[in-house]
């Protein structure tokens, strides 16, 4: 079986999505691996990884999401295993692991430093399964440079088997590969693709505002799936919304109290992807059964409007495992503008 450790040298760099597009573009049976879970998901009563649960979803494998993860939490890691009992367990890891799988995809914490106290960095992962690493890096192109230069300098690789780097979410291919792909093999760096930006990839779920919520769903699950491209709070009157030209984007998601009924009925007849109603405040059982037949999700929530407006202001635009458009543009991506198949 073959191996490879995902890392990045800064937060939300797109691994994920690199390898869910180079899991598709193989289109083999594979297996995947996230020591340090770092994107909590609580279902079922059941905690585990976001980015576990969605590529065991979309790969249907087998493995439950829950035990592809050592653990979440520092203090606690710190508290039950040292450096050994760290390697036993990602070899246990890799021992559950399917016969039937031909690669194995192992994704590191948020960036490349992340559970470095608890010996579940990138590098100690790398070589503790002996897996490739592959390093994905995305931001201002000089930025890139000095985070792929400081990386070259001021790590030891000795042990680690460097396959190579990734720029993520690029605005100009053709000109960050004029500028700096000599640049780069200069310095000894192999450059195994760079990916585009894609604005489509920005854009989040109804569903996954709904987890990062942890939104109880009383109406139209149906369109849990839709995208949300606009957020549009609703902290005036339904009527003074209603002369907004904001107001009119059919793919906008309302946050406002659960007893506003004139702004929650605006937002119905104006088409929308999803209401959610803050402060725990359910709206009258009509308006309930008519965002249930516009299959309009309406998310519950316990937090003020504020409060949950901030949250999907924070919220990070993962993948989900039913967006196909998502996935085969990820897929695409890696097809078109990397290498990484010459490594499988």
């Given at each position: 079986m073959k191996k490879f450790v995902f890392t990045s040298l800064n937060e939300n760099a797109g691994k994920t999505g690199i390898i869910i597009g180079l899991g598709k573009v193989l289109n083999k049976k594979i297996a995947y691996l996230k020591p340090f879970g770092d994107r909590l998901l609580y279902r079922k009563k059941r905690l585990w990884d976001y980015d576990s649960a969605i590529?065991?979803?979309i790969f249907e494998i087998e493995e439950s999401p829950e035990g592809m993860s050592l653990g979440f939490d520092h203090s606690k890691l710190r508290y039950m295993y040292d450096k050994s009992d760290i390697i036993e367990k990602i070899n246990y890891l890799l021992d559950s692991i399917s016969e039937a799988a031909d690669t194995l995809f192992i994704e590191s914490g948020k960036n490349i430093m992340h559970g470095v106290?608890?010996?579940?960095?990138?590098?100690?992962?790398?070589?503790?399964?002996?897996?490739?690493?592959?390093v994905v890096v995305s931001g201002d192109n000089d930025d890139i440079i000095d985070e792929i230069q400081y990386f070259k300098d001021h790590n030891r690789l000795e042990g680690v088997d460097f396959a190579g780097v990734i720029v993520n979410k690029v605005k100009d291919v053709d000109d960050f590969k004029m500028v700096y792909e000599e640049l780069l093999s200069e310095i000894g760096i192999n450059l195994l693709g760079v990916i585009p930006f894609e604005a489509e990839l920005t854009y989040p779920s109804v569903q996954l505002v709904s987890d990062n919520l942890m939104a109880k769903v009383i109406s139209g699950e149906k369109g849990l799936d839709d995208i949300v491209r606009e957020v549009f709070v609703g902290a005036?009157?339904?009527?003074?919304?209603?002369r907004l030209e904001k107001f009119k984007n059919k793919n906008k998601l309302i946050i406002t109290s659960g007893d506003r009924?004139?702004?929650?009925?605006?937002?119905?007849?104006?088409?929308?992807?999803?209401?959610?109603?803050?402060?725990?405040?359910?709206?009258?059982?009509?308006?309930?059964?008519?965002a249930s037949e516009k299959k309009v999700p309406l998310l519950?929530?316990?937090?003020?409007?504020?409060?949950a407006a901030k949250k999907i202001d924070q919220l990070v635009p993962l993948v989900d495992a039913n967006d196909e458009k998502k996935i085969?543009?990820?897929?695409?991506?890696?097809?078109?503008?990397?290498?990484l198949i010459d490594l499988i």
């Open positions: 590529i065991s979803k106290s608890v010996h579940l960095d990138a590098l100690t992962i790398a070589k503790a399964t002996e897996a490739k690493l592959i005036m009157s339904g009527n003074a919304a209603q009924s004139d702004m929650i009925l605006a937002a119905l007849e104006t088409h929308c992807v999803g209401i959610v109603l803050t402060n725990n405040i359910l709206p009258q059982p009509n308006i309930i059964a008519l519950l929530v316990h937090s003020d409007t504020h409060k085969k543009i990820l897929e695409d991506s890696i097809r078109n503008h990397t290498n």
